[in-house]
Structure formats: structure tokens, C-alpha cells
């Protein structure tokens, strides 16, 4: 298992006067360049709240079937 410390990162932006809240979560770099690390740059992603657990859970999109 590969771990580091990571951070949740709120970066306002506006637009036509509006702004808005836009998070990202940080992977440090020795986590997303291990060889286990599942994801790569770009790829779309669907993220879950387990509140019950506490967790964030973030998995690849499957596959779509067109």
C-alpha cells in the first residue's frame, strides 16, 4: 500500500460576476508516480462519500457500452 500526505484545496473562481467554490484534492507526487498508483492524468473519475466509514472513495468511471 503507497501513502502520503495529501490536501484538500479550495480555489475560488469567478465568473460573470458569480464565484464559485472549485476543490481539488492533492496526490502528492511520489504517490501518483508509484507503479501501484491506479490512475492516470485525465482519466474522468467517480468519487463516493462513505460517511458512515468516514472515507472518500475514488474509482475509474466504467467503461461505457456504445
Known amino acids: 500500500m503507497i501513502s ?3 490536501k ?3 480555489r475560488r473562481t469567478k465568473t460573470a460576476g458569480k464565484e464559485y ?3 481539488f484534492i492533492y496526490v502528492p507526487a511520489e504517490v501518483a508516480r508509484d ?3 491506479p490512475f492516470k492524468e485525465g482519466e474522468k ?3 463516493t ?3 458512515e ?5 475514488i474509482e475509474k468511471n466504467a467503461p461505457s457500452t456504445n
Not at 53 to 57: A, D, M, Q
Open 35 to 37: 507503479g501501484l498508483f
Open 4 to 6: 502520503g500526505q495529501g
Open 45 to 47: 473519475l467517480t468519487i
Open 53 to 57: 466509514n468516514k472515507r472518500l472513495i
Open 21 to 23: 467554490d472549485r476543490f
Open 49 to 51: 462519500v462513505d460517511a
Open 8 to 10: 484538500l484545496i479550495n
